[in-house]
């Protein structure tokens, strides 16, 4: 059963002595929080916003662990490091059962969509340098905190795996199969030096204010990795000039030229990502989740036509 924002404001009290709490709601997509975790906003004394999240499982439990440790590793980089908010972490709570909340203050900004992108200075550039920025940490700072780290080849290896599942179900059009597969098989696509990637971001996870990407939440998903997989959701979603402006001002962020085919492996990423959510709805046995994602890759197929990528 889901901890009520009361429980939830309880646990904010217990990881941060001495604050005074006026009010409590659930936490939504628009506070940049996703489904994954009990989450509440809880407002002080002062009228300052804060976000209690408390894990649901043992799976989302580790998530939370990683991402803290994560959160903190960062801090400990200094706030000029990135040129965006993360979570501040200022407080945990123990829970009954094992795992741990943890408490930090409400980030600033809204959802970026990647249809609200366009193309010239603004937005897009700023998500471009975002992303260009994060990627050129050094990959000891996830490694350091014990997060995964793949190599170019692994990661391919991870993608073939992953539409072996899709075929065996039955429900991806054959069309979309051999587009990937013949994506993913070709080796000369898949040379990238890997880097410290966010691995999980989706519009709730990127917010922004005017023209600046301000905060990225969210972070349990990070590893070193391909950094395509956090331009697949702009890659699928953004209109195709303002995805140029996005890659533009990525490559000018980047001290390393990004490797040529990295559009490439954006586009599959985020065009695969419809058979993670498949085979989410088969491992949970749930037809809502199946029915929604076979439509969604119906459709996929006929805007593509079989064509490669």
Same mark, same amino acid.
């Given at each position: ?30 506070? &940049? ?9 809880? $407002? ?7 976000? %209690?999240?408390? =894990? ?7 998530? @939370? #662990? ?6 903190? *590793? ?12 993360? =979570? ?8 009954? /059962? &094992? ?19 366009? =193309?010239?200075? &603004? ?5 471009? $340098?975002?992303? &260009? ?7 000891? $700072? ?45 080796? /000369?696509?898949? *040379? ?47 209109? $195709?000039?303002? @995805? ?23 586009? @599959? ?11 989410? /709805?088969? *491992?949970?046995? #749930?037809?809502? %989740? ?7 890759? *119906? ?11």
């Amino acid at each position: 059963m889901p901890r009520s924002p009361l429980v939830l404001a309880a646990l904010a009290s217990a990881a941060v002595p001495g604050l005074v709490l006026q009010g409590t709601r659930r936490a939504g997509v628009e506070d &940049g929080v996703g489904e994954d975790v009990d989450a509440a906003v809880v $407002t002080d004394a002062s009228g300052s916003e804060w976000v %209690v999240r408390a =894990p649901l499982d043992a799976a989302s439990g580790l998530l @939370l #662990d990683q991402e803290s440790s994560l959160l903190r *590793r960062f801090s400990s980089l200094g706030e000029d490091v990135l040129p965006f908010a993360v =979570p501040d972490l200022v407080g945990s709570a123990s829970l009954k /059962g &094992g795992g741990r909340a943890v408490i930090h203050r409400r980030p600033p900004g809204r959802p970026l969509h990647p249809g609200d992108l366009r =193309p010239g200075p &603004g937005l897009s550039s700023s998500l471009g $340098t975002a992303l &260009g920025r994060l990627h050129d940490l050094p990959p000891s $700072t996830a490694e350091e905190v014990g997060l995964p780290a793949y190599t170019a080849e692994e990661h391919r290896e991870r993608r073939l795996v992953e539409l072996d599942r899709a075929a065996s179900t039955g429900q991806v059009p054959p069309g979309l199969l051999s587009r990937w597969e013949k994506a993913t098989e070709d080796v /000369g696509r898949w *040379r990238f030096s890997p880097c410290l990637v966010h691995g999980d971001l989706t519009p709730e996870r990127v917010l922004a204010e005017g023209r600046d990407v301000v905060a990225v939440v969210e972070w349990g998903e990070a590893r070193v990795g391909d950094p395509a997989d956090d331009l697949a959701w702009v890659a699928v979603g953004a209109d $195709t000039d303002a @995805l140029d402006t996005v890659l533009e001002a990525y490559a000018v962020a980047r001290h390393e030229p990004p490797d040529r085919h990295l559009p490439v492996r954006a586009q @599959l990423s985020g065009e695969v990502a419809l058979v993670r959510w498949l085979l989410h /709805g088969v *491992r949970t046995d #749930d037809a809502g %989740v199946v029915d929604d994602a076979v439509q969604m890759l *119906r459709d996929l197929d006929s805007d593509v036509g079989g064509e490669a990528l």
